[in-house]
């Protein structure tokens, strides 16, 4: 994958496959301690323990439609290949949490990318499930909460081409401020 | 131009809500993006991209958009599923912004099947 922001968008994808209603995304870049920090957690039905390591063999997967289960072993493999850190943590019925932790400024690391596209995607996609995403960057942080988002809609559809326009600018606004703010100091 | 905050979408509520309405009714054209490792890393996000801004562009509250996992034809994604009421869907592959663009305004809107692009019909 050429972006984090891909994995983040495939990680998120397991989630809702997983039957979750809830994910929460978060990225945290701190530029004093030169870490990368993102987690997908979601309130799906978890992995059971049997199957946690399992679930990281790229020649796994539970589904029928074809004998590999990419997503979970790329990611891995891009936090091992920047010094990074790999946690898969799940209970059974209560969900799963995704943390990965990398070197800021180590020349293997893909580039955040467009998160702006991945949580669109997601949004539009899946007008059931509700996200948070959280970006901290030394920080500043942004944030944006579908559950704020449709109570301000109060029923209205999310997935309405306004509204997508309007939740695009919002949070592509909300990063580029947060960025800006670190440059200027 | 002020900074948007999430008390603007308020604005939108009416509209946003008559699509509510309208997707609980009919809706005539279905659009799936195939959202799998193998979608993803193929460049379906792009593809998605490309098709919201279609959608936006052509005012119309009447086609979903939806996403879904990997078919199992991983060498031919990204794939896009077409699917007009009363009609058979079509799987697209190999798909990209132009030819999603493409895709949008000639079947989507207009009904004609792009052959070229098309991987099957189901049946």
Do not use: W
């Amino acid at each position: 994958m050429r972006e984090l922001a891909l994995h983040i968008l495939d990680i998120a994808e397991n989630g809702i496959n997983a039957g979750a209603d809830l994910l929460e995304i978060l990225v945290e870049e701190s530029f004093r301690d030169n870490l990368l920090r993102i987690s997908v957690r979601d309130n799906g039905r978890g992995i059971p323990k049997e199957m946690i390591q399992k679930v990281l063999d790229p020649f796994y997967t539970t589904r029928t439609t074809r004998r590999v289960g990419l997503g979970l072993s790329l990611m891995k493999e891009a936090a091992k290949r920047c010094d990074g850190d790999f946690q898969l943590e799940s209970k059974e019925g209560c969900g799963t949490e995704v943390k990965i932790i990398f070197r800021r400024d180590h020349i293997d690391l893909a580039p955040l990318g467009d998160m702006t596209g991945s949580m669109i995607s997601l949004i539009m996609g899946n007008p059931g499930v509700d996200f948070i995403y959280d970006h901290d960057r030394d920080g500043k942080r942004f944030r944006l909460d579908t559950r704020e988002v449709k109570k301000q809609l109060d029923g209205g559809d999310i997935t309405h081409p306004e509204v997508i326009g309007f939740l695009r600018q919002f949070m592509s606004e909300g990063l580029a401020e947060i960025k800006t703010a670190i440059k200027e100091e | 131009m002020a900074k948007l905050t999430i008390e603007d979408l308020k604005k939108l509520r009416d509209s946003a809500k008559k699509s509510t309405a309208l997707r609980e009714g009919e809706t005539s054209v279905k659009v799936t993006v195939h959202m799998g490792t193998c979608g993803i890393a193929a460049g379906a996000r792009e593809v998605m991209d490309a098709l919201l801004q279609e959608v936006t562009e052509a005012k119309r509250s009447d086609i979903r958009v939806i996403t879904s996992g990997c078919m199992g034809m991983c060498s031919s994604e990204p794939n896009v599923t077409v699917e007009i009421s009363g009609n058979e869907p079509v799987i697209y592959q190999h798909m990209d912004r132009n030819r999603m663009r493409q895709v949008f305004k000639r079947h989507v809107l207009l009904g004609e099947v792009q052959t070229d692009f098309a991987l099957a019909r189901v049946k």
